[in-house]
């Protein structure tokens, strides 16, 4: 298996553009999580799924920040517009209920808002 | 919700000491607690865990045990090698219901000198 797999690994953009990140996760996981990393907050859950559905999106810090996940093997999270407090690594994670209750993350996607 | 606190931040230790981290939690109903080591520029990795219906679990020089009473974990390295050095993060889980989400502590940066 390939892992957990995200997509840009970096990406530097405009204040005020809209950002993308992918996530795929591992086939056959029915947990998806996005985590955002920064030095001042350490590793901070924003919105996870279960069999696609959003379950928690309490962390997610504003209303610019959006996630979806359309089917089993997808997810996006979307920053509009975005802002330089916004830079950050964000990680996705998966796992399953079956296998126990560890996470397996991907490569991370280091944001830079400029 | 859950809150995970780790201590020390920082930690420094020579080549064969022992380094041992600590963590709390404040929910009771959490069952689960893994530990995460991540290297420079690289992804959290699962590297032992433990549940609440056991005190103590250990794989090679890795150990971690848990208090339930006084709801508290921690992780124990014995014989340390100068390839330990990263960021470990503790975490807590309720993994139960539609309580999956995984709260991370802050991380412990540990630097073993040669």
């Known amino acids: 298996d390939a892992g957990v797999i995200q997509s840009p690994r970096h990406e530097v953009t405009e204040m005020g553009q809209e950002v993308t990140l992918r996530c795929k996760p591992i086939?056959?996981?029915?947990?998806l999580f996005w985590y955002r990393q920064t030095m001042m907050r350490g590793l901070e859950l924003l919105i996870y799924f279960n069999n696609n559905v959003p379950i928690d999106d309490s962390g997610m810090p504003e209303d610019r920040f959006s996630a979806k996940m359309p089917n089993a093997s997808f997810s996006t999270l979307k920053i509009q517009p975005s802002e330089p407090r916004d830079s950050a690594v964000y990680f996705c994670?998966?796992?399953?209920?079956?296998?126990?209750?560890?996470?397996?993350f991907g490569s991370g996607t280091r944001l830079t808002v400029v | 919700g859950e809150n995970v606190e780790q201590h020390p931040s920082t930690l420094s230790v020579q080549e064969g000491d022992s380094a041992v981290i600590k963590c709390t939690y404040s929910?009771?109903?959490?069952?689960?607690f893994p530990w995460y080591k991540q290297e420079l520029g690289k992804r959290p990795q699962l590297i032992i865990d433990?549940?609440?219906?056991?005190g103590e679990k250990k794989d090679q020089r890795i150990a971690v045990t848990l208090n339930k009473t006084a709801k508290h974990f921690s992780l124990h390295i014995t014989e340390t090698q100068p390839e330990d050095s990263a960021v470990y993060f503790c975490a807590a889980s309720r993994s139960s219901g539609n309580n999956n989400d995984m709260r991370f502590g802050a991380g412990t940066r540990l630097t073993v000198k040669p």
């Open positions: 086939s056959g996981h029915d947990y």
């Open positions: 433990i549940r609440s219906n056991v």
């Open positions: 994670a998966s796992r399953w209920t079956g296998s126990g209750y560890g996470y397996t």
């Open positions: 929910d009771s109903a959490s069952n689960y």
